[in-house]
């Protein structure tokens, strides 16, 4: 039996996570740039279908390491408010990961919009 109303309201919990994160997360501000003028670029030049796939792909890569980073970095904050060398471990390679998709958002941006630039 599926029960829906459950499903709104874990719905509604994952909607006030993506809100937390935008308040209280600088680089998820910046990620959020990044998305609307990327999008707006790409409406402008008109991306074909398989162009668009390749940038919500970078995009939603982005926001979903920098979601589990951000979800990291509380429980870290949580279990280990003193220093310890695997606190700052757990940080920083939750960190890399969204680095890592970030190189990989700049790649597919290049290949996308650098043969569109009529220089
Ligand atoms: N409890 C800890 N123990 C050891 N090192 C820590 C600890 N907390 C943070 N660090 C180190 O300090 C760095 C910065 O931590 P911080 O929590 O400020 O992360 P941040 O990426 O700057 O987070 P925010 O996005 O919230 O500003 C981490 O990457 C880690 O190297």
Redesign the pocket.
Known sequence: MIDFQKFIKSTSFAIKGIRSMII????ARIHLLASIVVISAGIYVELSNQEWLWIALAIALVWILEAIN?SI?AL??LA??????L??KA??VA?AAVLIASIFAIIVGIIIFFPKLSL
Do not use: L, Y
């Open positions: 209280s997360e600088n680089n951000t970095e870290v904050d280990s408010p003193d220093f310890h060398p606190a700052g940080k920083d960190a």
